[in-house]
């Protein structure tokens, strides 16, 4: 039995709570069209796992601050402006079990919302005052970005290696995690070997988190997850546990899963024999093995921390992730 992100919230309650006042102060917009916009994205908000990973890995280190709440509406602002440009480029109609800005209004709205998001990230990392913040999410927002165009590279890519799955992930996903970690621990006057540390520790995390994501696409519950199940291959997205079948299963075997790929899937009846095979072939255990694997490296990399409310609010967020149905 898994606490809930309320209870994982406890040691850094004050900030975790007024998170949405302060998120939605800087979120909001002069332009009524913009406003509109923003405050639907703003109702359909999610579980805000990266401003707690700010305020957790702040707390870890010392006191949280002012800059401390900064860095958290910095990587959710953020955050939200790679989500918009992403139901673009995915020409995705629903989130999160909502409708999409991009689906509601058009490609224009949504890109130009996502570089208003982009913007105001922008005016808000000043308020941090640190170069070496501005530093660590550049890197990220740099590295977000090559992943976003490895996805499009990779679609429809049937003979994808796992090498490739894990530098897209790497770098689309685990890197705003390290990110939120690192710019916590920043906040509080934190330098040297605990940002590597926290690096680590985000960076397995938010790999864990993704392989998680795509492991729900074979075994999750459409109305948990807010999208069909089947999603990321009908949109010609392969990826670990399919890689990974794919990889072992001999050729007769192969042939007919590659050419469906190819020639698109499309009904139900073809994601159920994509899914079987992947299961048959043993790519959903080694998913979950892989998951296992990076998510001890993850709480590995806070064994150089004292046990703590904190620690332990960090080690329930990371199983609460890695054990959810959505």
Excluded at 4 to 22: G, L, R
Excluded at 35 to 58: C, M, N, T
Excluded at 92 to 98: E, H, I, K, T, V
């Amino acid at each position: 039995m898994f606490v809930d992100i309320v209870e994982i919230a406890a040691p850094v309650k004050e900030y975790f709570n007024n998170f949405e006042f302060e998120f939605e102060r800087k979120f909001k917009s002069n332009i009524p069209l913009a406003d509109q916009v923003i405050q639907y994205i703003a109702e359909k908000k999610g579980k805000r796992l990266r401003p707690l990973l700010v305020f957790l890995s702040a707390a870890l280190h010392g006191k949280l601050t002012s800059k401390t709440m900064s860095a958290g509406i910095v990587v959710e602002m953020f955050h939200t402006a790679t989500l918009v440009h992403d139901d673009v480029v995915d020409e995705s109609n629903l989130r999160r079990g909502a409708r999409t800005v991009n689906d509601i209004w058009d490609n224009k709205i949504s890109i130009l919302i996502g570089d208003l998001l982009f913007s105001k990230t922008l005016s808000s990392i000043v308020d941090l005052q640190d170069s070496h913040a501005v530093a660590i999410l550049s890197s990220a927002a740099e590295q977000i970005t090559e992943g976003e165009l490895l996805q499009i590279a990779f679609t429809g890519a049937p003979t994808l290696k796992e090498i490739d799955y894990f530098d897209l992930i790497s770098k689309k996903t685990a890197a705003l995690f390290a990110a939120s970690c690192q710019l916590g621990a920043l906040t509080v006057g934190t330098n040297g070997e605990a940002l590597q540390y926290m690096e680590k520790f985000g960076g397995n995390y938010g790999i864990a988190f993704q392989i998680m994501d795509d492991l729900l696409d074979y075994q999750g519950d459409s109305k948990n997850l807010g999208k069909p199940t089947g999603n990321d291959l009908r949109a010609g997205k392969v990826t670990l546990p399919l890689i990974r079948a794919l990889e072992t299963a001999e050729e007769d075997q192969r042939r007919p899963i590659l050419q469906l790929l190819q020639d698109g899937v499309q009904s139900d009846e073809q994601i159920k024999q994509i899914i079987g095979f992947a299961i048959d072939r043993g790519g959903i255990e080694y998913a979950k093995t892989l998951i296992h694997h990076h998510t001890q490296l993850a709480l590995g990399a806070l064994a150089h921390y004292p046990d703590s409310t904190v620690k332990k609010s960090l080690f329930e967020l990371v199983k609460h992730s890695v054990h959810r149905d959505k």
